[in-house]
């Protein structure tokens, strides 16, 4: 593999740490009233009486120029809480509603997925029975006005500009202007804005007769512990006697939701995770022994982008030797973070335990305090030791052994090594590849193909049947590389010989999900998934 190959892995790593990194949570101690109010007291008095609050006011009341405070406090602020470990982190008040949503399980806005081509917002898919379905908005409109103000072109828009317009608070109303392929008129709606689910359960299907697969790619919020009952009902009814859990690039949420979840699993009395720390006394979850599944054969799969809540599951399930675990190792994070409010609206996310797997380990990598950005970069360091491809690249650190259950041998030190390794397939990576990537031009032809010919893909209701409509489409190919020389991206042969293949399955899976969603879509990408596979594998011999 050359340099330029390695940029599409690059791209991919630290997309996934952003992920992690940003607004984190990422696990959550159940406090009580008075630990919390505690810890409000100290910062209330430090804040008054510090040094940095006498320089703030200083600035205020003498500084030749006007300052404002709020904003430098802020900074102040962040940079504190910056040199303390890579997963506390001080939220502005103007931050708090987007970094909350994700774990709130919802929020308020018109319901629909939308993304930017060609400076215009493009309506992807429409949330099942939300505002804007029942308004008559559909996949594939072209957002034009918002408000009666024209919202097109690249210096009027961007992701967050969009999210703005779109969300708000609960029964407020917003008048979009929408052009609709086949008409030439502006269709104009007049929304109500509702609650719209954050879902963290992505996906729950059968695999193959007996397994049931549960997808939990989002975070662990307040929703997801139901939406994972949901899910195991479901298969269950459909005939699931065995689970395969997948946890890739799940990068955490809250503490308390991924011990209930646990709890499903092991019988009673064992444990599923504890936690200490300086001000708090060891603190143990164990298995309360009402489980809907603890005699269900179960596989988890992590990669190098689960982290702390995932973590907790895999370890629980691991050192109890009560499933296996497949895929890389994971990410590495085990400390425990509690948000304290401030009176402004902002937070303090700080860092004030870690948890530990039932067998004692930690699983949180090595960091140094305040050197944050060379936290960031680790796991761009495994993949250029070679971690991701081959498991024989792994340091394990031979002074942090511990015992499952069972006696078996597992290792500490950073993240949940997997039972069984499953390495990141780049056989089909090329220069060319990553340019496509990088500018996002698969999605944009998969969408631009999804729009030309919704009324031919509108009659199949299954990937299968989709899949077999698109492979009797010989020209999607060349009609794609067509469309990505116009942006000024050629292959020569011997890279559209070696990623043409996926570039092609890449254009047909993201057809069916604009057609079809995430209930479609997944299964088709797991149908050719190597860790899915040895999933299966692994269950059948159960």
């Given at each position: 593999?050359?340099?330029?190959?390695?940029?599409?892995?690059?791209?991919?790593?630290?997309?996934?740490?952003?992920?992690?990194?940003?607004?984190?949570?990422?696990?959550?101690?159940?406090?009580?009233?008075?630990?919390?109010?505690?810890?409000?007291?100290?910062?209330?008095?430090?804040?008054?009486?510090?040094?940095?609050?006498?320089?703030?006011?200083?600035?205020?009341?003498?500084?030749?120029?006007?300052?404002?405070?709020?904003?430098?406090?802020?900074?102040?602020?962040?940079?504190?809480?910056?040199?303390?470990?890579?997963?506390?982190?001080?939220?502005?008040a103007k931050d708090m509603e987007s970094v909350n949503n994700e774990l709130e399980g919802s929020f308020?806005?018109?319901?629909?997925?939308?993304?930017?081509?060609?400076?215009?917002?493009?309506?992807?898919?429409?949330?099942?029975?939300?505002?804007?379905?029942?308004?008559?908005?559909?996949?594939?409109?072209?957002?034009?006005?918002?408000?009666?103000?024209?919202?097109?072109?690249?210096?009027?828009?961007?992701?967050?500009?969009?999210?703005?317009?779109?969300?708000?608070?609960?029964?407020?109303?917003?008048?979009?202007?929408?052009?609709?392929?086949?008409?030439?008129?502006?269709?104009?709606?007049?929304?109500?804005?509702?609650?719209?689910?954050?879902?963290?359960?992505?996906?729950?299907?059968?695999?193959?007769?007996?397994?049931?697969?549960?997808?939990?790619?989002?975070?662990?919020?307040?929703?997801?512990?139901?939406?994972?009952?949901?899910?195991?009902?479901?298969?269950?009814?459909?005939?699931?006697?065995?689970?395969?859990?997948?946890?890739?690039?799940?990068?955490?949420?809250?503490?308390?939701?991924?011990?209930?979840?646990?709890?499903?699993?092991?019988?009673?009395?064992?444990?599923?995770?504890?936690?200490?720390?300086?001000?708090?006394?060891?603190?143990?979850?164990?298995?309360?022994?009402?489980?809907?599944?603890?005699?269900?054969?179960?596989?988890?799969?992590?990669?190098?982008?689960?982290?702390?809540?995932?973590?907790?599951?895999?370890?629980?399930?691991?050192?109890?030797?009560?499933?296996?675990?497949?895929?890389?190792?994971?990410f590495g994070k085990g400390l425990v973070q509690t948000q304290i409010p401030f009176s402004d609206g902002?937070?303090?996310?700080?860092?004030?335990?870690?948890?530990?797997?039932?067998?004692?380990?930690?699983?949180?990598?090595?960091?140094?305090?305040?050197?944050?950005?060379?936290?960031?970069?680790?796991?761009?360091?495994?993949?250029?030791?070679?971690?991701?491809?081959?498991?024989?690249?792994?340091?394990?650190?031979?002074?942090?052994?511990?015992?499952?259950?069972?006696?078996?041998?597992?290792?500490?030190?950073?993240?949940?090594?997997?039972?069984?390794?499953?390495?990141?397939?780049?056989?089909?990576?090329?220069?060319?590849?990553?340019?496509?990537?990088?500018?996002?031009?698969?999605?944009?032809?998969?969408?631009?193909?999804?729009?030309?010919?919704?009324?031919?893909?509108?009659?199949?209701?299954?990937?299968?049947?989709?899949?077999?409509?698109?492979?009797?489409?010989?020209?999607?190919?060349?009609?794609?590389?067509?469309?990505?020389?116009?942006?000024?991206?050629?292959?020569?042969?011997?890279?559209?010989?070696?990623?043409?293949?996926?570039?092609?399955?890449?254009?047909?899976?993201?057809?069916?999900?604009?057609?079809?969603?995430?209930?479609?879509?997944?299964?088709?990408?797991?149908?050719?998934?190597?860790?899915?596979?040895?999933?299966?594998?692994?269950?059948?011999?159960?």
């Amino acid at each position: 593999m050359t340099k330029k190959d390695i940029w599409i892995i690059i791209i991919i790593v630290l997309t996934g740490i952003a992920g992690i990194l940003a607004g984190n949570v990422l696990a959550k101690k159940q406090l009580s009233g008075q630990g919390i109010q505690d810890l409000t007291n100290i910062f209330s008095l430090r804040g008054s009486d510090s040094k940095v609050s006498e320089l703030l006011s200083l600035i205020d009341a003498q500084y030749v120029d006007d300052i404002p405070l709020d904003s430098l406090t802020d900074e102040v602020m962040a940079a504190i809480v910056s040199k303390l470990d890579p997963h506390s982190v001080y939220i502005s008040a103007k931050d708090m509603e987007s970094v909350n949503n994700e774990l709130e399980g919802s929020f308020s806005g018109i319901g629909v997925q939308f993304n930017i081509q060609n400076d215009t917002v493009m309506i992807v898919s429409v949330i099942s029975g939300g505002p804007s379905e029942r308004a008559g908005l559909m996949a594939g409109d072209r957002l034009i006005t918002v408000n009666d103000t024209v919202f097109v072109g690249k210096d009027v828009i961007n992701n967050e500009k969009v999210m703005r317009k779109l969300r708000g608070p609960k029964d407020t109303e917003v008048k979009l202007g929408i052009k609709r392929h086949g008409t030439k008129e502006i269709l104009h709606y007049k929304i109500t804005r509702g609650d719209i689910p954050v879902n963290s359960v992505t996906v729950a299907y059968i695999i193959e007769p007996g397994v049931g697969f549960i997808g939990l790619n989002n975070n662990f919020g307040n929703n997801t512990y139901d939406e994972f009952l949901h899910a195991i009902a479901e298969l269950k009814a459909k005939g699931a006697k065995k689970c395969i859990i997948d946890l890739r690039e799940n990068s955490g949420g809250l503490m308390d939701v991924a011990i209930r979840m646990i709890n499903e699993f092991l019988p009673k009395g064992e444990m599923i995770v504890y936690s200490e720390g300086k001000a708090y006394p060891r603190a143990e979850a164990r298995a309360d022994g009402t489980g809907a599944c603890i005699n269900t054969p179960v596989v988890v799969l992590i990669d190098e982008f689960s982290a702390s809540a995932s973590e907790i599951f895999a370890g629980a399930i691991q050192d109890n030797d009560r499933g296996t675990i497949i895929g890389r190792r994971s990410f590495g994070k085990g400390l425990v973070q509690t948000q304290i409010p401030f009176s402004d609206g902002s937070a303090v996310r700080l860092t004030i335990a870690r948890y530990y797997t039932p067998s004692g380990r930690s699983i949180q990598k090595p960091y140094e305090k305040g050197k944050g950005e060379a936290y960031e970069m680790d796991l761009l360091n495994r993949f250029e030791h070679g971690e991701f491809y081959s498991k024989d690249s792994i340091h394990l650190t031979d002074t942090l052994k511990y015992k499952t259950a069972k006696g078996r041998i597992v290792y500490g030190g950073g993240g949940i090594m997997p039972d069984i390794f499953v390495p990141r397939d780049t056989s089909q990576y090329t220069p060319y590849l990553t340019k496509l990537v990088n500018y996002g031009y698969i999605y944009q032809y998969a969408f631009q193909y999804t729009d030309r010919n919704r009324s031919s893909l509108g009659k199949f209701k299954t990937w299968q049947e989709m899949d077999k409509y698109l492979n009797t489409q010989t020209n999607l190919l060349s009609d794609f590389v067509a469309f990505a020389k116009s942006k000024g991206v050629t292959p020569n042969q011997q890279e559209l010989r070696i990623s043409g293949e996926f570039i092609r399955n890449q254009i047909k899976s993201y057809v069916v999900r604009n057609m079809l969603g995430d209930n479609q879509f997944f299964p088709m990408i797991n149908n050719n998934d190597a860790a899915v596979k040895k999933a299966v594998e692994e269950l059948r011999k159960r």
